[in-house]
């Protein structure tokens, strides 16, 4: 059985932690180095639920998507949200890990699982890292439908495939025009239409689309808008991180237990649609 230290040093070969942008807050959050490990729960958000599922399943260790802490704290008493989920953790001997920015950027990373949830092919990062001389790290993904299909079609296909929310999928631009390429990024993608313009593809499918920037997009140029919702479009990485770590189990003799959470942990629960505006 590894130590949580061998876990880590395996997580953050994959997701190299000086990969993430300065802003962010990524590598352990809690956890005791010596502790040993042996089941392993993936999670997107880092909340309440989750630690709970962890309880449940007996894992040791929690790697989520996004961080519990992204700005500074000068608390984690317990009756506070986040505090309670250190103080749960710590209490019961469940360790914390976050790979954020830099998972996204990864080979593969979170815009490959993505594409992989939406049977695309990439062809290559939509803005690629200037340090990768191989080309392939970069945030978002460039990618090929196997047939051209109509805007429509292709939100029909992301509505399918990616898990289900409240927002379901939302969708801008002609809904006949035909769809070959596609730029994706996991998360929110709206201070990236400079690159997806660039690019030349049909469509862009990402999350968290603002009011402005999509209606200059649309105004701008051709371009078909999908908009999923935020935890649905990271949540494949989930699936494609806990394969990687199988792996590395495998490859050290491990034996983990690696575990997907399914809970939807997005934050919005209910969606209505209103009439014509008034």
């Known amino acids: 059985m590894p130590r949580l230290s061998e876990v880590i040093a395996a997580l953050d070969a994959l997701w190299p932690p000086e990969r993430a942008e300065g802003w962010d807050a990524v590598g352990t959050v809690c956890g005791d180095p010596d502790a040993e490990v042996d089941r392993v729960l993936f999670a997107v958000d880092p909340v309440h639920a989750i630690a709970d599922e962890a309880l449940k399943l007996g894992a040791q260790l929690i790697v989520t998507h996004h961080p519990l802490y992204l700005r500074g704290t000068t608390t984690v008493a317990a009756d506070t949200f986040k505090g309670k989920v250190v103080h749960t953790l710590i209490r019961q001997g469940v ?3 976050v790979a954020h920015t830099n998972a996204d950027t990864a080979d593969p990373g979170v815009s490959d699982a993505l594409a992989g949830a939406l049977d695309l092919r990439v062809t290559g990062p939509l803005v690629p890292d200037p340090t990768d001389p191989h080309g392939r790290r970069g945030l978002g993904r460039i990618c090929e439908l196997d047939h051209p299909e109509t805007l429509a079609d292709f939100a029909a296909r992301a509505a399918a495939r990616l898990p289900a929310t409240a927002q379901g999928i939302r969708l801008a631009g002609d809904p006949e025009a035909l769809v070959r390429t596609v730029a994706v990024s996991g998360g929110s993608g ?4 400079d690159a997806v313009r660039a690019s030349g593809v049909d469509a862009f499918l990402t999350a968290d689309l603002r009011h402005h920037p999509a209606s200059e997009a649309v105004q701008h140029s051709p371009l078909g808008l999908v908009d999923a919702a935020h935890w649905a479009t990271e949540w494949p990485w989930c699936e ?13 003799g491990w034996d983990l237990r690696v575990h997907v959470s399914k809970q939807v942990t997005d934050p919005w629960t209910t969606h209505h649609s209103s009439g014509a505006p008034n």
Do not use: N
Not at 190 to 193: A, E, W, Y
Not at 240 to 252: G, I, N, T, V
């Open 95 to 97: 360790a914390l890990h």
């Open 190 to 193: 709206d201070s990236l239409f």
């Open 240 to 252: 494609q991180a806990a394969a990687q770590l199988d792996a590395l189990s495998d490859r050290h």
